[in-house]
């Protein structure tokens, strides 16, 4: 079907390169059209920054948790973390079905204390204003909604150099 559309939007130039591979647009080139992110206000953003200032060192990533997401390689890598950070704590926001293998991956390494698990969270705002780095794992990503939120936060991010994130960083 999507070869005799006469337009085909994607949400970045790394979904529109996708497209054009699997040749989905095959009558018009694919556009980007990214999708819009509401940001918090200045003033939300800047309370943020200065209750953060004080707090304990906090790491926020955020989504469905799925083995293709790749979580497992940022738990992996609480331990080096926590010898160089020892006050670093951890907020894993999602659910899915990874969820049961990737915690039982953190009692191995026993990071019950430095990781806490929130759920799936209809907005992540108060886990991205209380934190201080976010990571997105996901080496397919597409845009990047949560990257993009949290970057309207002042977050510094850590991402894959894959899919759309370097384009959205």
């Known amino acids: 079907i999507n070869g005799r559309l006469d337009g085909y939007i994607c949400v970045s130039e790394a979904a529109a390169a996708a497209a054009g591979q699997r040749h989905d647009a095959a009558r018009a080139p694919p556009k980007v059209i990214a999708p819009g992110v509401q940001l918090a206000s200045v003033d939300h953003v800047e309370q943020a920054r200065t209750e953060r200032a004080d707090a304990q060192p906090t790491v926020v990533t955020a989504g469905r948790l799925e083995h293709e997401r790749r979580f497992d390689v940022l738990i992996d890598a609480i331990p080096l973390i926590a010898s160089t ?49 976010y990571v997105n794992t996901w080496p397919s990503e597409g845009f990047g909604m949560a990257t993009a939120e949290a970057m309207g936060y002042s977050l510094p991010v850590i991402v894959t150099d894959t899919g759309a994130s370097p384009e959205l960083v």
């Open 85 to 133: 950070f020892p006050d670093c704590r951890f907020l894993i926001a999602g659910a899915g079905k990874a969820e049961h293998d990737l915690k039982s991956r953190a009692r191995g390494l026993g990071l019950e204390r430095v990781i806490e698990w929130t759920g799936w969270l209809p907005d992540t705002a108060p886990v991205l204003a209380q934190s201080h780095v």
